[in-house]
T-cell receptor, first 116, second 115 residues
Framework: DTGVSQDPRHKITKRGQNVTFRCDPISEHNRLYWYRQTLGQGPEFLTY????????KSRLLSDRFSAERPKGSFSTLEIQRTEQGDSAMYLC??????????????FGEGSRLTVL | GNSVTQMEGPVTLSEEAFLTINCTYTATGYPSLFWYVQYPGEGLQLLLKATKADDKGSNKGFEATYRKETTSFHLEKGSVQVSDSAVYFCALSPNYGGATNKLIFGTGTLLAVQP
């Protein structure tokens, strides 16, 4: 399967712990996006990368959140000192961008975080 | 600012019924509009899109027309099937021409089709 894959699919943690999610995009895609989805809501944009450069971050991405894409391939999203309000589904998506055109976003199945 | 409002669900229909899911948007400039679908246990998938006013997006029997005068992008299907049961999200991208750097989603509408 060459779709977007995310790991782990589910994570339960205690408040105050750190968690890290990994996203492997479709191999030829140069853009990678993170979104967050809470129950009953649509996905909300967090950040995106073009290759290894982080080009935009949402105000939702507090200083406890850090995302990296060190080699322009996979990406990690780390949440430090988790809070109950961080409980959500974290979605990764990727696309191929050239010039002024960005292709379709392909989403992974998400990583569900539960903070107790 | 940019936002999307879509009708609340769940929407429950019998097989072969006509479907409409309403979506309206607020945006500056010339956004592109999308419908995404999420089937149970799967990731979000692009269903259709329209990048300028009066464009009609279509796929799998679903259609939506970009109406700038009413700021709407309602999703329609003439005859739904049980396999269409899913959550449908309306979304916009502030970028002209379909560039999808940042999508703004509605809250989603659950469709349940009964045999």
């Amino acid at each position: 399967d060459t779709g977007v894959s995310q790991d782990p699919r589910h994570k339960i943690t205690k408040r105050g712990q750190n968690v890290t999610f990994r996203c492997d995009p479709i191999s030829e895609h140069n853009r990678l996006y993170w979104y967050r989805q809470t129950l009953g809501q649509g996905p909300e944009f967090l950040t995106y990368f073009q290759n290894e450069a982080q080009l935009e971050k949402s105000r939702l991405l507090s200083d406890r959140f850090s995302a990296e894409r060190p080699k322009g391939s996979f990406s990690t999203l780390e949440i430090q000192r988790t809070e109950q309000g961080d409980s959500a589904m974290y979605l990764c998506a990727s696309s191929f961008h050239r010039g002024s055109n960005t292709g379709e976003l392909f989403f992974g199945e998400g990583s569900r975080l539960t903070v107790l | 600012g940019n936002s999307v409002t879509q009708m609340e669900g769940p929407v429950t229909l019998s097989e072969e019924a006509f479907l409409t899911i309403n979506c309206t948007y607020t945006a500056t400039g010339y956004p592109s509009l999308f419908w995404y679908v999420q089937y149970p246990g799967e990731g979000l998938q692009l269903l259709l899109k329209a990048t300028k006013a009066d464009d009609k997006g279509s796929n799998k029997g679903f259609e939506a027309t970009y109406r700038k005068e009413t700021t709407s992008f309602h999703l329609e299907k003439g005859s739904v099937q049980v396999s269409d049961s899913a959550v449908y999200f309306c979304a916009l991208s502030p970028n002209y021409g379909g560039a999808t750097n940042k999508l703004i989603f509605g809250t989603g509408t659950l469709l349940a089709v009964q045999p």
